[in-house]
């Protein structure tokens, strides 16, 4: 069985860092990315290792955090797509979870591991 494995994309670098060593402390293998051009490039290249998305709605350069949502929701039907955001999103893809920040640190592995 492989390791679960958890793809962080935030642009805020604290952010970022915080919530990958928030996800290896619970044993996950994490694979962050600042931006939404990088992390396209992971999911392209991504096999079945994959299996939780946690991303921010609005970064930097490349495709929008929901753009990357509903490409890896096509891709990995059976993906955990975590999205969060500061503001409502416009737009929440089926079968993906939406957190609000600030959110508790509880709520965010509940997410991921369900």
């Known amino acids: 069985m492989s390791k679960f494995v958890a793809l ?4 805020d670098t604290f952010q970022r ?10 044993g996950l293998e994490v694979v962050e990315c600042a931006t939404g051009a990088v992390a396209e490039l992971v999911l392209v290249s991504t ?9 921010d709605v609005e970064l930097g350069e490349g495709p929008s955090g929901l753009e990357l ?7 990995f039907p059976a993906l955990n797509v975590v999205i969060i955001s500061g503001r409502d999103p416009p737009y929440v893809p089926q079968d993906a979870l939406f957190l609000m920040k600030p959110y508790q ?10």
């Open 69 to 75: 949502a509903q490409y890896a929701k096509r891709k």
């Open 17 to 26: 860092e915080i919530l990958a060593e928030l996800l290896r402390s619970e």
């Open 105 to 114: 640190a509880r709520e965010l592995l509940d997410a991921v591991l369900c």
């Open 8 to 11: 962080v994309v935030e642009d």
């Open 47 to 55: 096999g079945t290792e994959l299996r939780a998305l946690v991303i």
